[in-house]
């Protein structure tokens, strides 16, 4: 595969910003350290447009309503109610008509509450830079920075612009947002390789990052859509969201519904023709086969099923913007997510600490207090953080440099305060860390004397110390000793610092020499609570999770290994192989690849569609602006909800409300609760009507005559088929629902066993109609439409029993596990009864009244159906 090109493009600059030296840069952007003029930057906006992106285009009320009729079965249903009309059946026609509109209703004001017509990249542009300009420092709007322009960076800010950074001091930005990258990265100002990727490029910073130390000044390298920012918000509009595995199998299903209904009612006509039966018979037949084959209540209750899941998702703290996906995401086979802040908690904390050939794990509280050396070590990382760092701040944005306060913390922790360790005002300065340098020190002063603390990089504080903790000479391999350890730390994915003291004669740099070696401490971004437990239990459930980061190799395999993610010597792919790959080579590496480091939006837009490309359902978690892409392509975009911007909560169906990654696993169950429930009513909705079809179809072929009318048709669809589905739909899970794989994607809803039961219930319907029929037959037409009329309402309601589970309800514990079911055949029956006997009603309906034994085979013969189900479950369920 091809990645996005790593050449810096902006209106000016024409090669690679972080490739060339900096003099070569400001002759190439024609500008100076000291920036540009007024007149000149104000020339330059002519040409380069505003520093700003465009905002996310809403979705207008109409096309949402469009959406709600694009249903081939909702085009079925308004052709029939237009042909009743036609033929002189206005009250056919306005039933059909009214059940229409409470669809539509339902799905319109379902997802028009879910849609918010937000500006996300816009929100997350930086509404103030400061620029210097014909050599003062300005304050201006953000948006009038040009390519060319030299900016001011402090702590706290976000980078108003892309930029590459020309002198800076302690310089360290959050790039977590745009690489996933775990931690702050120090920026220094040389220059790089040109193939160096997004994630390495420590001489340029991003629009829409973070300053967590330092100061800088830098040259703005790109604006507006220009920037990396805007970059991946092209690539999030190019994405095409696809349709979801529900939308497009309910298609499926109503295409098959519509050449049903056209065969069923086609065979009549031309059959009733050749019998010589009069024209409006076979009319009112036909539309009699029209209104039975197609289930008037599906794309309603469908609707309402899928609202019903995203209330029970909303309880459990996935808010769902987009009706399909909460089935969707119950149709998942692969989990795809970034790690920073969503597999791991994005704090930096302390995790081992070596000091005197003590080894000591800080989050281990099995262990108890730690040993002297260990503490001495903790007092030194204390005194070389930074004043500023905040061991309390957890409860809130961390201040200042992340490991500084992870330093902090785990000090505190075991009861050391910097503040107790030295004498007031003792506080003499420090040497701020840089990549050259490649360590801090703090100095602090006891009486005449000057003691440094400092840490870094354990080869070059290796290299300022003479002794160790012991008091004990360091020679080569004492040094080569503690590397092992620090490479020990590495291969287990930490950040690795060491630590060192020592009596100083001043606070500049170069007297930091002759120092004490004091110890190691590592790092890392450690798994959220709760994460390896979900992890194993999608496992369990036949769901795969795959790793996407921007971190490093070595800590992605860590991290993996650590949540079950990846065996010990599992493979870790990088974008660099990744964009060696062929889009062949690509599905193969992604249908047995877990872990991928160091790659970019484009990435894992390109592993998603791989994914795809196997017949694979991808569920994609992220919070980055560099997963929106991913987000968005995928068949269920999940962002999380407080950590998570506003790009990537916009490009997703679902968000975490509580930035847990247990929530998914909730929501995926909740989704399985969905399909099941879906699949159960249209089993009910397809046997019942069957049976519909079944009972005219024979009768037409048989009598000559039509055994219901298109009114009673419509009513039974109405009555028996929608609050029983309706009820079927809050059916409580089953107890296996997380134990069994998922579904395969390419899976119709209804499978060819699925399509035998429908056939063997709807037959077992007819017959006892059929039965009924021929009962209400001796007394006239009228008395067997009747009879045949109660008799499809009774069975229909009594096969609920059938649908609500492969096992046998007959208890009442099992019964009445679902209430509204029961609800829902009280309430049908009562509404049956109306129409039966309420003059009224009956009269539009055209019922008549039945003799006592019509009754009896009414009643005897609509309880076949259930008798029969709930005697086979019982076997099989005892079998």
Partial sequence: MRGRSSVMQSPIALEPAFALSTDALLSQLDSTRDGLSTEEAARRIVHAGFNELPPSKPVSALHILIGQLRSIVVMLLIVGALAAVWLGEPTEGAAIAVVLAINTAIGFYTEFRARRAMSALLKLDVPRATVLRSHRLHAIDARLLVPGDVIDLHVGQHVPADAR??????????????TGESWAVAKHGGTL???????????????????????????????????????????????????????????????????????????????????????????????????????????????????????????RHALVRRLPVVESLGSTTVICTDKTRTLTSGNMTVVRVAAGGEQFQPLDDTIGRPSPRVIEALEVAALASRPQADATSDIGPIVGDPVDHALMQVATRFGIEPSQLTPAGSYAGVVPFSSHR??????????????????????????LCASDIEGRTLDDRARQCL????????????????????????????????????????????????????IARLQQAGLRTIMLTGDQRLTAQAVARELGLLEENGPAITGRELDAMTPTDLEACASRV??????????????????????????????????????KKADVGVAMGVRGSDVAKEAAGIVLQDDRFETIAAAVEEGRIVFDNIRKFVFYLFSCNVAEVMVVLVVSLVASSAPLLPLQLLWLNIVTDTLPALALALEPGDADVMHRPPRHPHDAIMSGRFLRSIVFYGTLITISALLAFGAGLRTGIEEARTATFATLALAQIFHLGNARSTKAVVTWSRAAANPYAVGAVALSIALQVVAMFVGPLAAILRVAPLETGQWIVVILASAIPAIVGQTLKQWRGSA
């Fill in 165 to 178: 950074v020309l002198h800076q001091t302690d310089l360290r930005v959050d790039e977590a947002l745009l």
């Fill in 193 to 315: 390789p040109p193939p160096t990727p997004l994630a390495e490029r420590v001489n340029m910073v991003y629009k829409g990052t973070t300053v967590t130390s330092g100061v800088a000044h830098a040259v703005v390298t790109a604006t507006g859509t220009s920037t990396e920012l805007g970059l991946i918000g092209a690539l999030v509009g190019s994405v095409d969201s696809g349709r979801t595995p529900m939308e497009r199998k309910l298609d499926a299903l109503g295409h098959r519904l519509v050449w049903l209904a056209l065969a069923v009612t086609g065979l009549v006509a031309v059959l009733g023709v050749m019998q010589g039966v009069a024209a409006g018979v076979v009319l009112q037949t036909a539309i009699a086969l029209a209104v039975a084959a197609v289930p008037e209540g599906l794309p309603a209750v469908a609707t309402i099923a899928l609202a019903i899941g995203i209330r029970r998702m909303t309880r």
């Fill in 438 to 463: 490649q360590c801090m020190a703090s100095f602090h002063r006891y009486g005449q004397g000057l003691i440094a603390y400092a840490k870094g990089a354990p080869r070059r504080i290796l290299e």
């Fill in 483 to 534: 590397m092992e350890i620090n490479d020990r730390y590495a291969q287990e994915g930490l950040r690795v610092l060491a630590l060192a003291r020592g009596p100083v004669e001043s606070t500049h740099e170069s007297d930091l020499r002759a120092l004490t070696f004091i110890g190691f401490v590592g790092l890392m971004d450690p798994p959220a609570p709760g994460v390896r437990a979900t």
């Fill in 594 to 631: 877990s872990v991928y480091s160091r790659i970019s939006p484009e990435h894992k837009l390109a592993i998603v569609s791989a994914l795809q490309a196997r017949g694979e359902i991808v569920a994609m978690l992220g919070d980055g602006v560099n997963d929106a892409p991913a987000l």
